[in-house]
């Protein structure tokens, strides 16, 4: 069988949007991955972004093949392998999130008002580093070969637009015990005084459920750790952190395959855990995160 080889592609399309027209700014395609019945594993592929002058990003479309279990592109802030190199996600350092998905044919569209009247817009510079993070389980009896492919539509360059970028947590201090159940892992950052327009999570599959606040208040909150869903605002009730503080907090059973083992986080959804609360806001001047690491959090970017 013939292996796909990586694609990057920088075009003008059509709109694809009845308010807000925005073109076929670059599209990603990563290569083609083998699946053993069975499988599972988590592969990163390094690019750079084809786009040649800063694309201001209205809407994300992805898909993914049969055996994609979820896939996070991100842009890194360090040294990264070569374009076209795929390994076992050692190779990046510093990644911030610029689009994230678990389903396998996905369409994220900003809000086209940002209560003032102008539509919001994710900023990628040309030629940025980055890398998908795809994480694959072949559950089937045969072998699939996989792959994803991200396609960035972007506003006309002399439209004016608010900029919108991802906000991202991670906690490094999973450490879940053998026949646990009903296991709480949470953390909380203070968030800056901005607006949100979605809000998810991220988890494996020892949660049972996942969480975002507001102090008292819940934001999010989803019982189902492979397809949490997300929340969405728009013009004018976006989302504001009244607290300062955002808390997010997973909910573990371990009972399963793993029972007899502590499991910490990682990347495996076998063999690790995650608890992440993913989601857009603005006005923003690049990407913010939170994480969780030997009982400190601290702010990244």
Same mark, same amino acid.
């Given at each position: 069988?013939?292996?796909?080889?990586?694609?990057?592609?920088?075009?003008?399309?059509?709109?694809?949007?009845d308010?807000?027209?925005?073109?076929?700014?670059?599209? /990603?395609?990563?290569?083609?991955?083998? @699946?053993?019945?069975?499988? +599972?594993? !988590? &592969?990163?592929?390094? =690019?750079? *972004?084809? %786009?040649?002058?800063?694309?201001?990003?209205?809407?994300?479309?992805?898909?993914?093949?049969?055996?994609?279990?979820?896939?996070?592109?991100?842009?890194?802030?360090?040294?990264?392998?070569?374009?076209?190199?795929?390994?076992?996600?050692?190779?990046?350092?510093?990644?911030?999130?610029?689009?994230?998905?678990q389903?396998?044919?996905?369409?994220?569209?900003?809000?086209?008002?940002?209560?003032?009247?102008?539509?919001?817009?994710?900023?990628?510079?040309?030629?940025?580093?980055?890398?998908?993070?795809?994480?694959?389980?072949?559950?089937?009896?045969?072998?699939?070969?996989?792959? /994803?492919?991200?396609?960035?539509?972007? @506003?006309?360059?002399?439209? +004016?637009? !608010? &900029?919108?970028?991802? =906000?991202? *947590?991670? %906690?490094?201090?999973?450490?879940?015990?053998?026949?646990?159940s009903?296991?709480?892992?949470?953390?909380?950052?203070?968030?800056?005084?901005?607006k949100?327009?979605s809000?998810?999570?991220?988890?494996?599959?020892?949660?049972?459920?996942?969480?975002?606040?507001?102090?008292?208040?819940?934001?999010?909150?989803?019982?189902?750790?492979?397809?949490?869903?997300?929340?969405?605002?728009?013009?004018?009730?976006?989302?504001?952190?009244?607290s300062?503080?955002?808390s997010?907090?997973?909910?573990?059973?371990?009972?399963?395959?793993?029972?007899?083992?502590?499991?910490?986080?990682?990347?495996?959804?076998?063999?690790?855990?995650?608890?992440?609360?993913?989601?857009?806001?603005?006005?923003?001047?690049?990407?913010?995160?939170?994480?969780?690491?030997?009982?400190?959090?601290?702010c990244?970017l």
């Amino acid at each position: 069988m013939m292996r796909r080889t990586f694609v990057m592609v920088a075009l003008l399309g059509c709109s694809h949007s009845d308010e807000v027209p925005s073109t076929l700014a670059f599209q /990603v395609v990563g290569p083609d991955i083998t @699946l053993a019945p069975g499988q +599972e594993t !988590t &592969r990163c592929f390094y =690019f750079h *972004t084809p %786009n040649t002058e800063t694309a201001q990003v209205h809407k994300w479309i992805s898909d993914m093949a049969p055996g994609s279990h979820h896939m996070i592109m991100f842009s890194s802030l360090g040294t990264q392998p070569a374009d076209g190199t795929v390994d076992n996600c050692d190779g990046a350092n510093v990644p911030a999130p610029m689009f994230a998905t678990q389903i396998p044919h996905d369409e994220v569209e900003f809000p086209a008002d940002d209560g003032l009247g102008k539509p919001l817009a994710q900023t990628i510079a040309p030629a940025t580093a980055g890398f998908f993070q795809m994480h694959y389980i072949n559950t089937t009896d045969d072998t699939l070969v996989a792959h /994803v492919e991200v396609s960035a539509y972007a @506003l006309p360059a002399d439209l +004016e637009f !608010t &900029r919108s970028e991802m =906000f991202f *947590t991670y %906690n490094s201090d999973i450490a879940i015990p053998p026949h646990a159940s009903g296991f709480d892992v949470g953390a909380t950052c203070d968030v800056v005084d901005r607006k949100f327009w979605s809000m998810s999570t991220h988890a494996h599959k020892q949660a049972v459920t996942t969480t975002v606040k507001d102090g008292d208040q819940v934001v999010f909150s989803s019982a189902d750790w492979e397809h949490p869903g997300n929340q969405r605002w728009s013009a004018p009730d976006f989302y504001t952190f009244n607290s300062y503080q955002l808390s997010w907090q997973c909910t573990y059973n371990n009972t399963g395959d793993n029972a007899n083992n502590t499991i910490y986080d990682g990347q495996s959804a076998a063999t690790n855990e995650m608890c992440m609360a993913i989601g857009y806001f603005f006005p923003a001047t690049g990407p913010r995160g939170c994480l969780m690491s030997n009982s400190q959090c601290r702010c990244l970017l």
